[in-house]
C-alpha cells in the first residue's frame, strides 16, 4: 500500500515527465509554436533546468538526461551528445539551487539564461568553431543567440506553468 507522501512523490515525477513530453512536442512540431527570427526556442533544456531547480541535483540529471534522449533521437548530431551535456547541467543546476537559490521567478531566469548560454556556447565550439564551418561568428550572432534570448524569454511561462501545477497539487518535496 502506498503511503500519501510516495503517492505525491510519484505524482510529482509523473508530471514532471509530462511536462518534458510536452516541451519537446512543442520544440519539434513544425508550425506549433513560433519562432523568433526563424530560431525556436530549446524548450526541453528550459523545461529540465526548471526540474532541476525544483528537485535539486539527483532528480535534475535524470530530467536532464531524459530530455537529452529525446533531443539526440531529434537531431543529427553526436549520439549522446545532448544527453551527456543535459544531464550534467542539470545535475550542476540542481545542486546550485539547492544550495544558493530559492524557487523564485529570478532563479529560474537566472538559472535558464546561465544554462542555455553554456549549452549554446559548447554547442557552438563542438559543432561550428571544431567543425570548420566557415563564419562562426555570424552564426554565433545569427542563431546561437536569438535562439538564446527567445528560450529566456519563453522560461516565464514554462516556469508558471510547473508553479501552478505543484501548487495546485500541492506537490512538496
Excluded at 523545461?47 to 535534475?60: F, K, S, T, V
Excluded at 570548420?132 to 516556469?159: D, E, Q
Aim: proline share 3%; aromatic share 14%; hydrophobic share 55%.
Amino acid at each position: 500500500m502506498l503511503t500519501q507522501k510516495s503517492r505525491m512523490s510519484s505524482l510529482r515525477h509523473v508530471m514532471h515527465g509530462l511536462f518534458v513530453m510536452l516541451a519537446f512536442v512543442l520544440r519539434f512540431t513544425p508550425g506549433l509554436t513560433p519562432t523568433f527570427f526563424a530560431q525556436p526556442a530549446e524548450l526541453l533544456l528550459a523545461a529540465a533546468l526548471l526540474i532541476a531547480l525544483y528537485e535539486h541535483d539527483a532528480a535534475g540529471a535524470v530530467a536532464g538526461g531524459c530530455a537529452g534522449i529525446l533531443m539526440d533521437i531529434c537531431t543529427d548530431t553526436l549520439p549522446g551528445f545532448h544527453t551527456a551535456l543535459f544531464m550534467i547541467m542539470c545535475a550542476m543546476a540542481g545542486y546550485i539551487a539547492k544550495k544558493y537559490l530559492t524557487n523564485t521567478l529570478l532563479s529560474a531566469l537566472l538559472l535558464t539564461a546561465a544554462g542555455t548560454l553554456v549549452y549554446k556556447l559548447v554547442y557552438w565550439l563542438v559543432f561550428v568553431v571544431a567543425g570548420a564551418s566557415g563564419r562562426p561568428f555570424y552564426h554565433l550572432m545569427r542563431y546561437l543567440v536569438v535562439s538564446w534570448i527567445f528560450t529566456v524569454i519563453l522560461t516565464i511561462p514554462c516556469y508558471l506553468i510547473i508553479r501552478f501545477y505543484r501548487r495546485r497539487f500541492r506537490l512538496s518535496q
